[in-house]
């Protein structure tokens, strides 16, 4: 008799909103407009359009984002439930929000959240062969000879009999409308390139965790009322 015990887990947080028609309607139109009007930003061709990019890192000060915002935090809510945290010893912040836009081969390649704690993404307008959402695992713990789950020629010749979460170093997370992702915000991520994108429009944002009493505390962010601006510079 044997066992595996998988320990020290990513756990990925999959909710579903429910906005109604109206309000996604409102909320889609917004975006677009959002688009068609910003400034050229940074983005390359091929990559999507990303708010963040192109002035509009702030969606939560929209009024007509109000809702969505209410719902999502009681998503960010039920995922801490999964981590035993005592709530009523945190506060959370939406620190930056933005919606992004892909059309045809349009992706976002990878990258993550460094300045964050926690990121979503919310699917407001997504087809089924629009592009998944891709999470790549940088800690590979189970990857005992260096590159043998990255390599393409241990792929080609077929050292693997199949490929399975035990020896994967990236995962395509089919997401459909309405579905909100939340994971920790160091986590790798982007969209799967080469995938034909029909106006895919999702919404993202950074949150920031901070302690709500700093007293004998180390490691956590103390609480943003206390802290003082520089006034000389
Ligand atoms: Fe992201």
């Known amino acids: 008799m044997s066992k595996i015990y998988n320990f020290f887990p990513l756990s990925i947080y999959r909710g579903k909103l429910e906005l109604s028609a109206n309000i996604k309607k409102e909320m889609i139109d ?6 068609k009007t910003s400034d050229k930003g940074l983005k390359p061709t091929q990559n999507a359009w990303t708010g963040d990019t192109h002035g509009h890192e702030y969606l939560f000060q929209n009024k007509k984002f109000d809702f969505f915002y209410k719902e999502v935090e009681k998503h960010i809510m039920k995922y801490m439930e999964h981590f035993d945290l005592d709530i009523s010893k945190l506060e959370f912040y939406f620190q930056r929000s933005w919606a992004t836009l892909s059309n045809s081969k349009e992706h976002i390649s990878t990258h993550n959240h460094s300045q964050s704690n926690l990121s979503f993404a919310y699917y407001l307008k997504k087809k089924p062969g629009d592009s998944p959402l891709v999470l ?20 080609r010749s077929k050292i693997f009999k199949k490929r399975t979460i035990m020896n994967i170093p990236r995962i395509n997370i089919e997401t459909e409308e309405d579905d909100i992702i939340i994971f920790p915000s160091k986590t790798l991520h982007g ?14 944002a950074d949150i920031s965790v901070l302690a709500k009493e700093s007293k004998n505390l180390e490691h956590l962010t103390p609480p943003f009322s206390e802290w003082k601006k520089f006034n000389n510079i």
């Open 191 to 204: 969209t799967e390139k080469n995938i034909n994108n029909n106006e895919r429009i999702s919404i993202s």
């Open 30 to 35: 917004e975006i677009v407009i959002m688009k």
């Open 136 to 155: 790549i695992d940088t800690s590979k713990h189970n990857e005992f000879i260096p590159q043998l789950f990255t390599s393409p020629s241990v792929n």
